[in-house]
């Protein structure tokens, strides 16, 4: 099994930045990829970005694509959300989320909110 625990959240302005943190511990050398999703209210979840555990490849969604950056720290078992220039619509529960493969999604974190006011 492997744990995850988000922290970084928080009320921030428009244009504003915060960075999220996600720690990760038990079986962690089990990971393969390691993402962000997000849920505002009365939506459904969606992904923000992801990255290979062992570092490397990246992706994001359009939506954030040139504002947030995801990176890993393996040494310290975290993997970081960067999110810069931010705007109203990207308040929401931020979920940090661990796969053993490419196809599943299977640990997930208990969430962080985000709140961006305008």
């Known amino acids: 099994q492997v744990q995850l625990v988000e922290s970084g959240g928080g009320l921030v302005q428009a244009g504003g930045s915060l960075r999220l943190s996600c720690a990760a511990s038990?079986?962690?050398?089990?990971?393969?990829?390691v993402g962000w999703f997000r849920q505002a209210p009365g939506k459904e979840r969606e992904f923000v970005a992801r990255?290979?555990?062992?570092?490397?490849?990246?992706y994001y969604a359009d939506s954030v694509k040139d504002r947030f950056t995801i990176s890993a720290d393996n040494a310290k078992n975290t993997v970081y959300l960067l999110m810069n220039s931010l705007k109203p619509e990207d308040t929401a529960v931020y979920y940090c989320a661990g796969g053993n493969s490419l196809m599943s999604w299977g640990y997930w974190g208990q969430g962080t909110q985000v709140t961006v006011s305008s």
């Open positions: 990255i290979g555990w062992s570092g490397g490849s990246t």
């Open positions: 038990g079986r962690t050398f089990s990971l393969y990829r």
